[in-house]
């Protein structure tokens, strides 16, 4: 029904930028919140970020002033960039949308796979 493929993950040294993507695509009415989660080995899923489709952001105090994540609602599409990267940083990075289905106009949470983020010191 409703896919969601990321892109952008990475190698970087601490410092440096990376930048997300996230395309949704399917049996698409409208998507609601868009937002990137998070994964460190041995420990829960987090947020990281998320937008509205009015363009209000929210973000994880860990990230605040470091990342920065966008959307393109015409293209339903989510970016995250992330500067300034630390080692802590290091995770599988996960794509969520909250979408608005065809033909039932139902509204359900679908995931990405998830891209592997490593921040080397």
């Known amino acids: 029904q409703v896919q969601l493929v990321e892109s952008g993950g990475g190698l970087v040294q601490a410092g440096g930028s990376l930048r997300l993507s996230c395309a949704a695509s399917?049996?698409?009415?409208?998507?609601?919140?868009m937002g990137w989660y998070r994964q460190a080995p041995g420990k829960e899923r987090e947020l990281v970020a998320d937008?509205?489709?009015?363009?209000?952001?929210n973000y994880a105090d860990s990230v605040k002033g470091r990342y920065t994540i966008s959307r393109d609602n015409a293209k339903n599409t989510v970016y995250l960039q992330m500067n300034s990267l630390k080692p802590e940083d290091t995770a599988v990075y996960y794509c969520?949308?909250?979408?608005?289905?065809?033909?039932?106009?139902?509204?359900?949470?679908?995931w990405g796979q998830g891209t592997q983020v490593t921040v080397s010191s």
């Open positions: 937008v509205t489709s009015g363009g209000y952001t």
């Open positions: 969520k949308a909250l979408v608005t289905i065809l033909p039932t106009r139902s509204q359900d949470p679908y």
């Open positions: 399917g049996s698409i009415f409208s998507i609601n919140t």
